[in-house]
């Protein structure tokens, strides 16, 4: 399946680069960014070694964060919806159909 992020996504992922960055450095900033990036296109490869969530939508853990994907069988795409850490309630936090 081919991969695409949504906007929020995106702004969720600088986000991510930037606390990295500022807390821990560019050099492992960068290594955090490159394993979600390397588990996101993974997840369009194999979007069924997620968890599934509710509907269309599947979760997978990756180090502290969760990535948020929708599955559209019909288009053959995965879309990142959200990068979520940990703590975070989910359930709060997920795209409303």
């Known amino acids: 399946m081919r991969l695409a992020w949504s906007n929020v ?3 969720e992922l600088e986000e991510v680069r930037r606390y990295s960055t500022q807390t821990w450095g560019a050099p492992v900033a960068r ?20 968890r599934p969530l509710r ?3 599947r979760i997978l853990r990756v180090r502290s964060h969760y ?3 929708h599955i559209n069988p019909s288009l053959r795409r995965v879309t ?7 703590a975070m309630d989910i359930e709060r ?3 409303k159909d």
């Open 9 to 11: 996504a995106r702004q």
């Open 31 to 50: 290594r955090y960014l490159e394993d979600v990036r390397d588990a996101a296109k993974a997840a369009a490869e194999r979007p069924e070694r997620a």
């Open 55 to 57: 509907d269309d939508f």
């Open 67 to 69: 990535l948020i994907l």
């Open 80 to 86: 990142i919806a959200r990068i979520l850490h940990v």
């Open 93 to 95: 936090h997920l795209p």
